[in-house]
């Protein structure tokens, strides 16, 4: 499945603005941690978070991460001890939720203060979309 998955990530990566090197980043409904570990392999992140309901899931991420800076839990919200973060994604998870308004506003709420502010990223176009309580997929 995370195989699968990586040409849609690398995708998603060449349709954001956003400079992700050294920054924390979030990955909403991370399965197996895919996603985060490309992002660490390609040298951009700080540090990575995700979380998935599946315990399974959470279990393997937690193993294949090795000793990448990635930090896995299992959940169905972010855990409110990990911070604040200056990129968020949630793709791929989207259709499970049942509260669309609720994730986006807490989405919205661990990002940093500069990541809600930034114009240049797409990460913020969809977080003032958030603010607002719409849910979209548009980043434009």
């Known amino acids: ?15 954001i603005e956003a400079d992700l090197r050294g920054r924390r980043v979030l990955d909403v ?4 941690g ?4 490309m992002l660490c392999d390609q040298g951009e992140i700080a540090e990575g978070f ?5 315990e399974g899931a959470v279990e393997d991420a937690r193993r294949l991460a090795g000793d990448r800076p990635l ?4 959940a169905d919200t972010i855990p409110q001890d990990w911070g604040e973060f200056e990129v968020a994604f949630s793709h791929g998870v989207v259709y499970l939720i049942h509260d669309l ?7 919205y709420r661990a990002l940093a203060q500069a990541a ?9 176009r969809i977080a003032r979309f958030w603010q607002l309580g719409i849910t979209t997929t548009s980043t434009t």
């Open 50 to 54: 995700g979380y998935d309901p599946a």
């Open 101 to 107: 308004v609720g994730h986006a506003r807490a989405m």
């Open 71 to 74: 930090f896995f839990e299992v």
């Open 116 to 124: 809600r502010t930034t114009p240049a990223s797409a990460s913020t």
């Open 1 to 15: 499945m995370q195989g699968a998955h990586e040409f849609v990530w690398k995708a998603t990566l060449k349709t």
């Open 29 to 32: 409904g991370c399965n197996r």
């Open 34 to 37: 895919g996603f985060l570990r």
